[in-house]
Nanobody, 117 residues
Framework: QVQLVESGGGLVQAGGSLRLSCLAS????????MGWYRQAPGKQRELVAV???????SYVDSVKGRFTISRGNAKNSVYLQMNSLRPEDTAVYYC???????????WGQGTQVTVSS
């Protein structure tokens, strides 16, 4: 099993910032990449940001220039710095691990981000 623990969410006004943290543990054979997903009420879960083992990053268009994903010193940790937050960023944010073939099917409890206008 894989355990994913997210933290750092909260309530913030539009234009504000938050920093999310995630720690993965358990039976992780390989970590090729880590990523952040989010799920807003009534919407499908979407992949927001990814960081590969070589440090390369990618973002969904809606967060480019505002969000920054980074890895911790421990290779099983990942952060998401979110700046210039907008009400449409409101969602539960989850992290996950890519093992080279697929994203794991394990999900943590997520961390709620609420942006007020």
């Amino acid at each position: 099993q894989v355990q994913l623990v997210e933290s750092g969410g909260g309530l913030v006004q539009a234009g504000g910032s938050l920093r999310l943290s995630c720690l993965a543990s358990g039976s992780i054979f390989r970590i090729n990449a880590m990523g952040w997903y989010r799920q807003a009420p009534g919407k499908q879960r979407e992949l927001v940001a990814v960081i590969s083992s070589d440090g390369s990053t990618s973002y969904v268009d809606s967060v480019k220039g505002r969000f920054t994903i980074s890895r911790g010193n421990a290779k099983n940790s990942v952060y998401l710095q979110m700046n210039s937050l907008r009400p449409e960023d409101t969602a539960v944010y989850y992290c996950n691990v890519y093992n080279g073939r697929e994203w794991t099917t394990y999900w943590g409890q997520g961390t709620q981000v609420t942006v007020s206008s």
